[in-house]
């Protein structure tokens, strides 16, 4: 048995019949060359007792929660992103190679930090049974109980490689963390720990960041590829690839506003979704990164035009997943 501890923190939710509705789609039959992904997920409460994953499965667990986003003063939004993107992934073909399991969500509890150390719990849960979490987000805020789950797990800080047009790396207010303060806080707990912190920030936007920023990336070590990006630039990035576990991260405001509307804080000139973005991605499964977890972050359905945002964000994760269902093949 994977389970280590199964008392559930305040705001984790199983599964439940409205995560389970959110799962449907178009129906062709349940012959495996025309299932889709909603006739393949299972669901699983992570309070239970559960058997090591002995297939590549991907651990869906939502970040039901903007509490970050509006102590950031952004805009309010992306509680309902995890909704939108199980619906924007139910038509997606289904993969033989991968197993697909909804954990279901966590919600928004008695504080932005209260809410991490619950998705956390959950993270350190999946990746210790051998699946790979995939956090369906909600604020931004979400990465540092991402990042937390991992080193809760495996008992390393993870590096982080986000892309993002923002550096995450506001100082912590008096009033707690917030959506701009996750990888402050990775920092935090490392510096805590006395191990190196590794970030690396891919789509940085010069336009997006106060000078503050640009210090407090040069402060932590931070490697930082500016928008437009180069399938070569992201092999340069040294310190992240010495990580022995990396928490990969997409906010879609790292991509233009008119791929990604449906953002807190959209972005006039920010990554295309093209080859080079999707050879990039395919290329850290082959090339010596170790992902041990993956997140979307401040999807905001409400600002979005005719669910691009969510599709571009399920696009991201059937691209990564199959990926990673190919190197766990290839290995
Ligand atoms: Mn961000």
Not at 171 to 186: E, K, L, M, R, V
Not at 207 to 221: D, H, K, P, S, Y
Not at 246 to 266: K, T
Not at 289 to 312: F, K, M, Q, S, W
């Amino acid at each position: 048995m994977a389970s280590t501890r199964s008392q559930p923190p305040y705001g984790y939710c199983a599964s439940d019949a409205t995560h389970r509705a959110r799962w449907a789609g178009r129906n062709d039959g349940d012959g495996a060359d025309v299932a889709r992904w909603h006739q393949r997920v299972s669901f699983l409460d992570l309070t239970t007792s559960f058997a090591q994953f002995a297939r590549p499965t991907a651990c869906f667990i939502g970040y039901a929660s903007d509490l970050g986003v509006r102590m950031n003063r952004g805009r309010t939004g992306a509680a309902e992103g995890a909704s939108a993107l199980r619906e924007s992934m139910s038509n997606l073909p289904a993969v033989a190679a991968l197993d697909l399991v909804d954990c279901g969500d966590v919600v928004e509890a008695s504080s932005v930090l209260a809410t991490q150390e619950a998705l956390a719990w959950a993270v350190e849960r999946i990746v210790r049974a051998g699946g790979i979490p995939v956090i369906l987000g909600g604020g931004h805020d979400q990465a540092y109980g991402h990042f937390l789950g991992i080193a809760q797990a495996t008992g390393k800080a993870p590096g982080c490689l986000n892309f993002d047009a923002h550096a995450d790396l506001r100082p912590i207010p008096a009033d707690g963390p917030n959506s701009g303060t996750p990888y402050t806080q990775a920092a935090e707990w490392c510096a805590k720990h006395d191990v190196p912190f590794h970030y690396a920030i891919v789509g940085w936007q010069d336009c997006a960041n106060t000078q503050l920023l640009v210090r407090r990336a040069e402060e932590v070590g931070a490697e930082i590829l500016r928008a437009p990006m180069d399938v070569d630039d992201v092999q340069l990035l040294s310190a992240i690839r010495e990580s022995d576990a990396l928490a990969l991260s997409i906010d879609l405001d790292v991509f233009a506003a008119a791929y990604a509307p449906g953002v807190s804080a959209p972005t006039a000139m920010g990554l295309v979704p093209d080859g080079v973005l999707l050879e990039t991605l395919r290329n850290l499964f082959v090339d010596g990164y170790n992902i041990a977890g993956i997140e979307v972050a401040e999807l905001c359905p409400e600002h979005d035009i005719d669910g691009r945002t969510a599709r571009l964000g399920a696009a991201l994760i059937f691209t990564l997943l199959t990926a990673y269902a190919q190197a766990r093949l290839d290995a």
